[in-house]
């Protein structure tokens, strides 16, 4: 599927679907997987990325402007709830996003579509910190 122009396009049909989006999310995990860059961001994680990888998959794709996969299985996202156990600080969210940035960047994401996205994604993130550093 080729992504759809901007104009009309909602964000999912912009990146170009399923097949685009389930890359960013892949390229999201493997990174953080793998690069010592974003180690405060994977610690905290737990050892298998299986489980988050298809969470934020389906996540996004609702978020997106996509299939509501997320709300069809768990209900309301409640972002903020969810994710209160782990520790969310200015360096977790910081390598989030960077992450984030880079699993654009390397599948290719439009750059326009990548600036809006990094702007919404801030937003998120940034409301998702609970410790003050």
């Known amino acids: 599927m080729e992504p759809t122009e901007p104009s009309s396009a909602t964000p999912f049909a912009w990146i170009g679907g399923e097949p685009r989006l389930r890359a960013v999310v892949d390229k999201f995990y493997d990174l953080m997987d793998l690069e010592p860059g974003f180690a405060a961001l994977r610690a905290v994680h737990g050892s298998d990325l299986d489980k988050a990888r298809d969470h934020l998959f389906w996540f996004l794709c609702g978020w997106m402007g996509g299939p ?13 709830a969810r ?9 977790e969210r910081d390598q989030w996003l960077a992450c984030m940035d880079q699993a654009m960047a390397d599948t ?10 990094n702007t919404s994604f801030f937003q998120t993130a940034d409301w998702m910190r609970n410790v003050a550093a």
């Open 68 to 80: 509501d996969y997320f709300v069809e299985r768990f209900g309301h996202p409640r972002l903020r």
């Open 83 to 91: 994710h209160m156990p782990f520790k969310i600080g200015i360096l």
């Open 108 to 117: 290719g994401v439009d750059a326009a579509l990548r600036e809006r996205l």
